[in-house]
């Protein structure tokens, strides 16, 4: 699976409830990332990482939250303030190659709300 | 920041066709382009780049070019097969220099069906 684990694959989240997905890589890559994804809409980032204890707001940082205490473990928190948390969410981490970073994608979380 | 654009949405071919699939940019300072395949319910999966100092690059039946005076490039698919029906992305990203690391701005997608 590429060394990327995303868990769990389905999220269902109560009204008023915080929820965490995990994502690993034992990759030794340093960046990060986590990227929403709805329908017509493509990728859109919500938050990365180039390196530990160190992260920076994307494009739609309301409403989430990130911690990264390891290398390996780059956790997405979705609050109780985010609210259309609907989607298919992608983590992602890269490695540079010839001066560039290529980024790969974790299998995905699919989190809706009941 | 950096805005890509992407065309078409849809695009339907008939098997052995060529499909192509547009992407313009607003960042000059922009300088990695990917593309990546994304099949239903799956990862997206990297499938070909091209970075800005070459304007074309081919791999097999896939083939990138990147025009950087108007600030495009396309995503050129030949003798489609019904396994290439997926979503494609096209992305730009002013890269880094040295140690850090740069963003990607991902276009709409384009969804891809090749009927046999």
């Known amino acids: 699976d590429g060394g990327i684990t995303q868990s769990p694959k389905y999220l269902f989240r109560k009204e008023g409830q915080n929820v965490t997905l995990s994502c690993e890589q034992n990759?030794?890559?340093?960046?990060m990332y986590w990227y929403r994804q709805d329908p017509g809409q493509g990728l859109r980032l919500i938050y990365y990482?180039?390196?530990?204890?160190?992260?920076q707001k994307g494009d739609i940082a309301e409403g989430y939250s990130v911690s990264r205490e390891k290398k390996e473990s780059f956790p997405l928190t979705v609050t109780s303030a985010q609210k259309n948390p609907t989607a298919f969410y992608l983590c992602?981490?890269?490695?540079?190659?010839?001066?560039?970073?290529?980024?790969?994608f974790g299998a995905g979380t699919r989190l809706s709300v009941l | 920041g950096e805005n890509v654009e992407q065309h078409p949405s849809t695009l339907s071919v008939q098997e052995g066709d060529s499909a192509v699939i547009k992407c313009t940019y607003s960042?000059?300072?922009?300088?990695?382009f990917p593309w990546y395949k994304q099949e239903l319910g799956k990862r997206p999966q990297l499938i070909i780049d091209?970075?800005?100092?070459?304007g074309e690059k081919k791999d097999q039946r896939i083939a990138v070019t990147l025009n950087k005076t108007a600030k495009h490039f396309s995503l050129h698919i030949t003798e489609t097969q019904p396994e290439d029906s997926a979503v494609y992305f096209c992305?730009?990203?002013?890269?880094?220099?040295?140690?850090?690391?740069?963003?990607?701005?991902f276009g709409q997608g384009t969804i891809l069906t090749v009927h046999p």
């Open positions: 992602a981490s890269s490695i540079k190659a010839g001066g560039f970073e290529v980024q790969y």
């Open positions: 990759l030794n890559h340093d960046a």
């Open positions: 990482s180039q390196i530990v204890n160190d992260f």
């Open positions: 960042d000059s300072a922009s300088n990695y």
């Open positions: 091209i970075r800005s100092n070459v």
């Open positions: 992305a730009a990203s002013s890269g880094a220099g040295g140690t850090s690391y740069g963003k990607l701005t």
